[in-house]
């Protein structure tokens, strides 16, 4: 099983994400799951992390992280994600609490007691604040992350701004922060999770078939469709799922190597991933591989019978 730490901040699809880890349990193993500033303030974003860690029986810890940006405001986006972050659909109350130390410190204590031989994949679905922040103060700690699969960017087109996408857009300083740290990178940006999400249709029917969780996607999903803008609602991209699924699914996804740099003056491409995939320009290797598109109907059905068979798992059918 593969060693993860999920740094998130649900969200809506940051919590069909979760779901999707919690369904590839036999693939990954979790360490723990970081809150960071970003759909919402970070105590709303870690209340949802435990609700929904509850929700999915995962007895994994959570550890609050930042709550401001590096230079940024933190903005919550509740015109897409609404009032609770989760689309307003509510679960239980968890009764767990976060860890008592801060999320770049669990991180940094995590990552220093693995074996020598051990290294562990960072999956980061909101800004980067806490990845920036744990490079910046240990910088030693880079060598136990084998790689980071990170949602954020794209090449072609941002979503906040015509330049910049939402993750990167909110902190682009620690943006830049972790494109520069030398780590191998795989970025999933707008150009491929623009291609992975669900139909209406597909929605509807996570609702009506489905189980507890595919019941709590679905009604999530389906606040996010009808607010949704892409491609005139063809589909509801699930964009922070696409870091799981490639993890488990890398053949479904094509990508190129480039080196990435975000865009932190204050002009209109503010936040934007300058992608330069002009490698032989350069000596270096390019650390960054950026996933470019995806078999759009292998997504739709892996994405399904996963969350299908975490029901099914959980006893919720
Ligand atoms: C990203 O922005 C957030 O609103 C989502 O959770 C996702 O991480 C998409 O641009
Ligand atoms: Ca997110």
Redesign the pocket.
Known sequence: RKKIIID???????SIMLCLAAAYERQLEILAVTTVA??HLINKVTKNALDVLDFLKMDVPVARGMDTHILNPVRP?ED??GENALGNVTLPDSVRKPVDEHAVLYIRDLLMGLGEDEKVTLVV??PCTNIAMLFRLFPHIKKKVQQIVL??GGVKSG??TSAA???MHEDPEAGEIVFQSGVPIVMAG?DV?WQCGLTRRQIEKLCQVGGKVAKFCGDMAGYAFERSFHELRRIL?I??AVTIMYLVHPEIFQDEDAFVHVDCSYGISRGETVCDFRWWRFEEEPAVKVLLSADENKFQELLIEAIFELDERLGNL
Do not use: Q, R, S
């Open positions: 998130c901040d649900p969200g809506i699809d940051d970003g759909n986006a897409a994600h679905t909101g949602m954020g979503n906040v996408e939402f993750n707008l999770t991209p964009h922070d």
